[in-house]
């Protein structure tokens, strides 16, 4: 009698519903945050990238040296329609998190403002430690390759048409980022992904961006590009103290790419060109105690001189005081008509740089539709969106990172 092998039945051969537990699309700071954190739950996870190489945005970041968090990082310091959602990713992942990664892959760092921590010499260390760790937990990576389609399953999941061929998923990831700087692959794909699933994709715009001038403007700012100076700029209801760099485009810095974001067509910026110094108090005091000395004198004391030179030149016309004028020949009218010329300068600017120059987007998925704990929509089963292409916009000085690192694991705990 010949002994036969036990039948294998279907219950004891193991089941691959799907070819990847977890498939994200988009190889930026959310989306290999995000892969590394599910790999290394045992999931077998795909990142799909369009680009030639993971992490472009992160290399040109904070001019080459990626400010990859801020110390203080906190909800207060991002813009969205529903301010509340970012406060869990954050407090669950939070800047020291981060940092504790940062100093076991041994990269050396900097803090160049209080809180803004940046790559020492280059932004290439902070790639290799995303593309390090994925590769630790076992993630995949298709770079240059496009996702075609992306479809739903019946029996739950998803399939995705790709330049590689048809794949199949149980969770599904968005991490695609914004509209902002389309040379480096932006593009508006998460977005149409959003709306094809039914979400809300809230209005779009350029943030953190340079400002451009209308011609009259240009005039005058032309013949100081390359000047830099510390100045306080209001804009609506935000108040900013930071270096304004004056470009042969338009007004740059810090203190104007974060007035970008409070900014809208139409809407005035008001300088205080001598930082918080009160003008009409010091004008009054240079006139007791320097009666002969001209404005633009005492301007080219505290300023460029090539912009005190503009500034005391424009304002003497603005308000009828005679440039040659001494102090002492300046009534109490003329000391406060330029005290306000200097400490509330007023200009419209023509618009922004636009989406070329753009750190960030401003706008996006709405977060109404999604879970705070861990991204998902509350709709749609296995499928989350992280990262810039919610609408969750951070302050410039790294607060974008790190809401790309506390989205990405709080999905990647999970997905």
Known sequence: MTEHSPAITPQDTPVKRYDWDVVVIGAGAAGMMCAATAGYRGRRVLVIEHAKRAGKKILMSGGGRCNFTNMDAAPEHYFSANPYFCISALKRYTPRDFLELVERHAIDYVEKAPGQLFCAESAKPMVALLETECEWAGVTTWLSTAVNKVAAREQGGFSLATDRGTLSCEALVIATGGLSIPTLGASGFGY????????????????????????????????????SVPVVVRCNDARYREPLLITHRGLSGPVMLKSSTHWNPGDSLHIDWLDGLDAQQALAQLRRDEPRKLLRQWLSELLPKRLALALAEWCCKAVAVDTEAFAAQWSNDSVAALAECLNHFSLKPAGTEGWRTAEVTLGGVDTRAVSSKDMSVNTVPGLYFIGEVLDVTGQLGGYNFQWAWSSGVACGNVA
């Open 192 to 227: 149409e992904l959003a709306r094809q699933f039914g979400l809300e994709v809230l209005p779009t715009r350029p943030a953190l961006v340079p400002f451009t001038l209308t011609a009259g403007w240009k005039e005058f700012f032309t013949p100081l590009a390359g000047i």
